[in-house]
Structures are given as structure tokens and as C-alpha cells.
């Protein structure tokens, strides 16, 4: 049998233990009830348009990072931030058409040295470091993206945008490159974390409270004409 990583496994499950133990039932205020609601996860689109002949949408993703979150960004376990953007055909007499899928991925890393935050994309690090409040400004609020390149949108045609945030703050890669690192960069010692099933592996980092937080919101219907975005019905 594969070798399954204990220590990190055991931390694990240990936070899955204090996460359930802090859910022990106390009686809550109305406020608390209304702080807890209004701290929800949202995602709101805020306006289409037009850059360099592409459909762009801006948006706004709100509370991805919560407490727990950030408290793990601060211990080093970094997370990654990912939009994907759906461009729909509203079709009357058949289900709707996926036209065209675009993401936009981050990934946020913390900086011992720096005690600060890197954000990471495809095109490199941040040379500078940031607070975690900096870090959800640039990331959650007002973020623009390319919907589809408006060459090949249908003018006669009505649509809508629909819009997934995911916050991944674990993942078995990011614990396997850990114990690598604890393992002294040996990867002699069998398969880690990847001898645990794909599910037991989610159901223990969801029980821990480090699972994915993720929104969905859309748009309303649009119809395009030429560089314009105008209501659709």
C-alpha cells in the first residue's frame, strides 16, 4: 500500500476536530445571525463594454476571503483565485449556447521575508508585496475581462454573461510540494499526499473549513451593435 502522508494528514484532520468543536451549539444574537448572512460570498456584475474590439465585462466578487482563509494565507499556505467567464446565446425554442469561456486565474502567495503578500499570474510574481486587504481590493473589486472578441457576436442575437469565482485556498499539489520541501526535496518516500483518494483527500480539506469558497452571478440579456452593449429581452 502507497504510503500516506500521516503528519499532514493528521493536520487535517486535527483542524477538521477544531472546526467542528468550535461549532458547538451556542445560542446567537440577531446581530450575529445578520453579520453571518451579510458575510456571505456574492458576486455582482457591475457594466459591459467594449476594449480593442473585445466584449468586456466588469464585475465584483465580494467576501471570497474569509477569516479562515486569510488566516491560512498568513501561515504560508498559499491560495488561487480563479474567474471564468461564460458568454451565453439566449436561444428561445432550445437551451441556451455556450459562445465562448474565458478564466482569469491569481494565485496569492505570502512572503516571510517581505511579510507581505505576492500575487502571481501566468505572466510572473508581483515584484512588490501587499496586506491582504490590498490583495482583495486588486483582485475582487471592479475586475475587468474579456467576454469575446465582438467580430464574431451576432448582432440580431441576445445574450448574457455568467460569471464563476472560485477561491481555492488548498489543493493536494500545494500539500504535496510541502511535504516534498519537509522531505528535504526527496520524492522517494512514495506518492504522499497523492496516495489518498481524490475524495477523501476533498472531504477532509472541506471538513477543515480549507475548502473552496465559490460564487456564481450573470449578467442581465444584452444584445451588441457594433461597439454598443443595449438591453436584450
Known amino acids: 500500500m502507497a504510503r500516506v502522508p500521516t503528519l499532514l494528514l493528521a493536520c ?24 453571518s448572512q451579510s458575510s456571505k460570498p456574492s458576486l455582482r456584475v457591475e457594466r459591459l463594454g467594449e476594449a480593442t474590439g473585445f466584449l468586456t465585462v466588469t464585475f465584483t466578487a465580494g467576501n471570497l476571503f474569509s477569516p479562515r482563509i486569510v488566516e491560512s494565507l498568513s501561515r504560508g499556505l498559499p491560495a488561487t483565485l480563479e474567474y471564468e467567464i461564460q458568454f451565453w446565446k439566449k436561444r428561445s425554442a432550445w437551451f441556451d449556447k455556450l459562445v465562448a469561456v474565458n478564466r482569469l486565474s491569481y494565485r496569492v502567495v505570502y ?7 505576492r500575487i502571481v499570474t501566468k505572466e510572473g510574481s508581483s515584484q512588490a508585496v501587499f496586506d491582504i486587504d490590498h490583495v482583495e481590493r486588486s483582485l475582487c473589486f471592479s475586475v475587468t475581462g474579456r467576454v469575446a472578441d465582438l467580430a464574431f457576436v451576432d448582432s440580431l442575437a441576445t445574450y448574457f454573461v455568467a460569471i464563476r469565482a472560485t477561491l481555492r485556498p488548498l489543493s ?8 516534498t520541501w519537509l522531505n ?10 497523492r496516495a489518498i483518494p481524490g475524495y477523501l483527500f476533498d472531504m477532509i480539506v472541506g471538513l477543515s473549513g480549507l475548502g473552496d469558497q465559490a460564487v456564481t452571478g ?14 436584450g429581452n
Open 12 to 35: 487535517l484532520i486535527s483542524l477538521s476536530a477544531s472546526y467542528y468543536c468550535a461549532l458547538a451549539p451556542v445560542p446567537a444574537t440577531a446581530a450575529e445571525v445578520l453579520v
Open 111 to 117: 512572503d516571510p521575508w517581505e511579510d507581505g503578500f
Open 172 to 179: 493536494a499539489e500545494d500539500i504535496d510540494d510541502v511535504e
Open 184 to 193: 528535504d526535496g526527496s520524492e522517494n518516500g512514495g506518492r504522499g499526499v
Open 218 to 231: 450573470r449578467s442581465g440579456f444584452f444584445r451588441v451593435e457594433g461597439n454598443k452593449v443595449l438591453p
